[in-house]
T-cell receptor, first 114, second 114 residues
Framework: AQTVTQSQPEMSVQEAETVTLSCTYD???????LFWYKQPPSRQMILVIR??????QNATENRFSVNFQKAAKSFSLKISDSQLGDTAMYFC???????????FGKGITLSVRP | DAGITQSPRYKITETGRQVTLMCHQT?????MFWYRQDLGHGLRLIYY???????DKGEVPDGYVVSRSKTENFPLTLESATRSQTSVYFC?????????????FGPGTRLTVL
């Protein structure tokens, strides 16, 4: 079975600080993609960052970066210089070619304090 | 307007009634998906479609019916709504050429079954 675990239900960070959101996953597949989605209060799902499992280099998108540890099946998201607009629920997800379906974690609610 | 839209955005219905949630995308994406979002569960796949007239079950298909007669539309029907189907429903689409492509999400429909 393919699973995604986000063990922290909530986190809080001061504006301008750095925060790391944890995610672990389990799959027997060797080729897959990992994603972090952001869901602000508007409910819209927004792709934050994507990582191909066959790439060793960690993906980076402006203030967002990942720490991808394939052997440990860990995929954490680091948000640098946190902004009030980063307040949202964040979902970790992955997809494999075996079933073409996105598997999501339960999400983590991030609050950025002014 | 271009993109992926869902209607209605909010719906209140009664137990036992039939409800259809609409999803429309203008990108001619081959893949379309229906998810439900519940607190503590993240997003779970209900049904998906790889092309017109091709549909398949996801993780939680019971009580739902889908059809895909046209590439751009993917309606989800609750044949006899139950309280447990109270949820936020998201439609998504992605291009056909690579199953690892980003899934683009609609704005969601909040359904309440009384």
């Amino acid at each position: 079975a393919q699973t995604v675990t986000q063990s922290q239900p909530e986190m809080s960070v001061q504006e301008a600080e750095t925060v790391t959101l944890s995610c672990t996953y389990d799959t027997s597949e060797s080729n897959y993609y990992l994603f972090w989605y952001k869901q602000p209060p508007s409910r819209q799902m927004i792709l934050v960052i994507r990582q191909e499992a066959y790439k060793q280099q960690n993906a980076t998108e402006n203030r967002f970066s990942v720490n991808f540890q394939k052997a440990a099946k860990s995929f954490s998201l680091k948000i640098s210089d946190s902004q009030l607009g980063d307040t949202a629920m964040y979902f970790c997800a992955f997809i494999t070619g075996a079933n073409s379906k996105l598997t999501f974690g339960k999400g983590i609610t991030l609050s950025v304090r002014p | 307007d271009a993109g992926i839209t869902q209607s209605p955005r909010y719906k209140i219905t009664e137990t036992g009634r039939q409800v259809t949630l609409m999803c429309h995308q203008t990108w001619s994406h081959s893949y379309m998906f229906w998810y439900r979002q519940d607190l503590g569960h993240g997003l779970r796949l209900i049904y998906y479609s790889a092309a017109a007239d091709i549909t398949d079950k996801g993780e939680v298909p019971d009580g739902y019916v889908v059809s895909r007669s046209k590439t751009e539309n993917f309606p989800l029907t609750l044949e006899s709504a139950t309280r447990s189907q109270t949820s936020v429903y998201f439609c998504a689409s992605s291009e056909a050429r690579d199953v690892y492509n980003e899934q683009f999400f609609g704005p969601g429909t909040r359904l309440t079954v009384l």
